[in-house]
Nanobody
Framework: QLRLVESGGGLVQPGGSLRLSCAAS????????VGWFRQAPGKEREGVSC????????NYPDSVKGRFTTSRDNAKNTVYLQMNSLKPEDTAVYYC?????????????????WGQGTQVTVSS
């Protein structure tokens, strides 16, 4: 069964950093765009960042530009979301997802397979 598993979430102080991982089983990430999304309580799920199969990264909300970056290790079949200078408003459940296309999208409806999510809490 195809699975995506996120890890790396946790509690961090404002200004801190976290690196989330998204590992795939029974599927090769190298040929797909991988998106990162987040959902805070009472809010809609929003696109945060995306890494195309060609390794081109796109950040979607202006609030994360310059702070979040994606990368991938095809040998480990894993994609990462590096989050720096974290703020309390970054608190959310973070999900990775894949779409059967090479290009990125910031819309959750464009993605086919989702991980279970990992909680990120930014608080002092």
């Amino acid at each position: 069964q195809l699975r995506l598993v996120e890890s790396g979430g946790g509690l961090v102080q404002p200004g801190g950093s976290l690196r989330l991982s998204c590992a795939a089983s029974r599927f090769t990430l190298a040929f797909s765009a991988v998106g990162w999304f987040r959902q805070a309580p009472g809010k809609e799920r929003e696109g945060v960042s995306c890494d195309s199969s060609g390794g081109v990264s796109t950040n979607y909300p202006d609030s994360v530009k310059g702070r979040f970056t994606t990368s991938r290790d095809n040998a480990k079949n894993t994609v990462y979301l590096q989050m720096n200078s974290l703020k309390p408003e970054d608190t959310a459940v973070y999900y990775c997802a894949i779409r059967t296309a090479h290009a990125c999208s910031g819309s959750p409806s464009d993605f086919d397979i989702w991980g279970q999510g990992t909680q990120v809490t930014v608080s002092s």
